[in-house]
């Protein structure tokens, strides 16, 4: 059995009277590519933003990368990388003072990031855009860099926050060769997305609907157990449940 990367039990997190995420529980393995779904409202961001440290929880327990969700929220941080559909890149700044930005606060030396950052671009084809702003950039080259930026610290988990989002379906399928390649280095990828055609690339999918997992399984389980053609009925059936939007 592969390696236990995170795992959950009974997490759960309240504001108030409200409970967000209502006791999930799930494990996830080294290499595999986790698709996180759920319509608006549902709690995959809040239950994103305790696994990445973000978020203290009500209750439950929590472990990403051998570390405790509720006592080393800042152990997770240097041990994990995350991109969201924002993109986390200073726009004003070069490619390369971007990577070394981002190479510094993961905690890499200098000679660290030189080695690394001359990977990065030749292995994205960016050297001639070296010194060029990233805000200059097409979006796609974009997400393209802040996904290997995310990886430059070999990280063992990766949280992917509807990474693909407003970008063409070419650039969306050359990012998914991204996640693979580094999916089969042996890095988990925490993934969450709107486009029902890609949790069809997930090794399984997690589906919540008003703060609770619904279903976990393989897509081709899935569409068995809901006798759907496609992850995308799959999902309209378990969100047409759903109590609470945001």
Request: include cysteine; proline fraction near 2%; aromatic fraction near 10%.
């Amino acid at each position: 059995m592969k390696d236990i990367v995170i795992s959950v039990r009974d997490l759960t997190k309240r504001f108030g009277d409200f409970t967000a995420v209502d006791r999930i529980s799930f494990d996830v393995h080294r290499g595999e590519i986790f698709g996180f779904l759920g319509a608006n409202g549902a709690g995959k961001t809040t239950a994103m933003r305790m696994l990445c440290g973000l978020s203290y929880p009500t209750s439950g327990s929590g472990m990403v990368a051998g570390f405790d969700v509720r006592t080393e929220g800042e152990k997770i941080k240097r041990h994990i990388g995350y991109m969201s559909q924002r993109f986390s890149l200073y726009n004003d700044l070069t490619v390369w003072e971007n990577i070394r930005l981002f190479a510094g606060i993961y905690g890499l030396s200098a000679r660290q990031t030189n080695e690394r950052a001359a990977e990065l671009l030749l292995r994205l084809n960016f050297s001639s855009e070296r010194d060029t702003l990233v805000g200059s950039l097409p979006l796609g080259w974009k997400q393209k860099l802040s996904f290997a930026i995310s990886t430059i610290h070999n990280p063992e988990v990766v949280f992917l926050d509807e990474p693909t989002g407003g970008v063409d379906p070419v650039t969306r399928r050359q990012f998914w060769e991204m996640i693979y390649e580094a999916a089969e280095t042996g890095t988990t990828i925490f993934v969450t997305t709107h486009y029902m055609d890609e949790a069809e690339y997930c090794s399984r999918v997690s589906i919540m609907v008003d703060g609770k997992v619904r279903a976990l399984d393989t897509p081709a389980h899935l569409k068995q157990q809901f006798a759907a053609e496609s992850m995308d009925e799959v999902f309209r059936t378990l969100a047409r449940g759903a109590q609470r939007i945001e």
